[in-house]
């Protein structure tokens, strides 16, 4: 297991919490783990880490969902929303699109050049490959 806290599963942080409680050392909480995980003990950083947020009265054992996250998934109605949006003005921002969608200007751009295969000519949004008939 890696020092990183996200990786601290709810067994480990619910047992540093017991040892912590019963007024053990953070030396002593981590050479228990240690001993019992063995190498799928957390890192020293990672105990540190947990029983600091114990001490400062943070005592909840669950990670709590983190609000405000971007919008990451790509639908078939995100894409077909910005392609529209493309198609009616041509000349449109992807920071104008992210603003009418309320996602990320980076999502969006992700969602133009990978998934609608377009890309800024001229200040126009054309596809990557042109027929024949749209080269004219």
Known sequence: ????????NNIETQTVKFFFLQGKALMEIHAILTETLGEHAPSYATVKNCVAQFK???????FAPRPG???????????????????????ISAKSIAEQLGISRERVESIIHEDLDMRKFCANWVPKCLKGDQKR
């Not at 297991?1 to 601290?8: L, Q, V």
């Not at 400062?56 to 669950?62: K, R």
């Not at 996250?69 to 000349?91: A, F, M, N, S």
């Open 1 to 8: 297991m890696s020092g990183d806290a996200r990786d601290f």
């Open 56 to 62: 400062c009265g943070y005592c909840s054992t669950c």
């Open 69 to 91: 996250r971007p919008k990451t998934v790509t639908t078939p109605e995100i894409i077909g929303q910005i392609h529209g949006l493309i198609l009616e003005e041509r000349k």
